[in-house]
């Protein structure tokens, strides 16, 4: 199986500030890479898919780069509502594989 | 308004079977794939289990092939997992979730999450 890694662990960013975060995965997986946002007691909540496509009623902020193997999640602007847990996922080869994660918190 | 409401989580022991629920409303249920997706405390998520729209299709992570078994019930809106053989290791949140594709293909990806059901194995 696709093994996606994500970094770093934990981002500390100040409110307003850009924040930048990375997925690789062990192979190729085309631009078939969703994005996932986390907060504590929630469910997942898609951001974005096929690489760079953001979900119905996500804001502008969120932006998503890159194919292959090297995906990037750009966060423009963090708000307070923003700080949360993100999640890659490939879905161009079964079974469907997540990354770890990373925490973005208040810096 | 999509929803995925689960149930059925609770505690059991090892060994033990189980069979967990969601309730689908707010689309065209039939039209979609369906998912089973688990988070087990404190980690990150793992994908477990697909249906096709009509039921014809079903596939599973290694991890549970041969314990657990996906259906659907189209005509009541509703998606099972039934969960036999279970070990520690299955102890997690378990959400249904809604594939973003509609279709005989299923993408894979998931665009709407129940609230999930807590299973724990325990004795």
């Known amino acids: 199986e696709i093994v996606m890694t994500q970094s770093p662990a934990t981002l500390s960013v100040s409110p307003g500030e850009r924040a930048t975060l990375s997925c690789r995965a062990s192979q190729s997986v085309s631009s078939n890479l969703a994005w996932y946002q986390q907060k504590p007691g929630q469910a997942p909540r898609l951001l974005i898919y096929?690489?760079?496509t953001r979900a119905t009623g996500i804001p502008a902020r969120f932006s998503g780069s890159g194919s292959g193997t090297e995906f990037t999640l750009t966060i423009s602007s963090l708000q307070s509502e923003d700080f949360a847990v993100y999640y890659c996922?490939?879905?161009?080869?079964?079974?469907?594989?997540f990354g770890g994660g990373t925490k973005v918190e208040i810096k | 308004e999509v929803q995925l409401v689960e149930s059925g989580g609770v505690v059991v022991q090892p060994g033990g079977s189980l069979r967990l629920s969601c309730a689908a409303s707010?689309?065209?249920?039939?039209?979609?794939?369906m998912h089973w997706v688990r988070q087990a405390p404190g980690k990150g998520l793992e994908w477990v289990s697909l249906i096709s729209w009509d039921g014809g299709s079903t596939y599973y992570a290694d991890s549970v092939k041969g314990r657990f078994t996906i259906s659907r019930d189209n005509s009541k809106n509703s998606l099972y997992l039934q969960m036999n053989s279970l070990r520690a290791e299955d102890t997690a949140l378990y959400y249904c979730?809604?594939?973003?594709?509609?279709?005989?293909?299923?993408?894979?990806?998931?665009?709407?999450w129940g609230q999930g059901t807590l299973v724990t194995v325990s004795s």
């Open positions: 979730a809604k594939d973003i594709s509609p279709g005989i293909a299923a993408a894979g990806t998931f665009d709407y």
């Open positions: 996922q490939q879905y161009n080869n079964w079974p469907p594989t």
């Open positions: 707010g689309f065209t249920f039939d039209d979609y794939a």
């Open positions: 096929g690489a760079s």
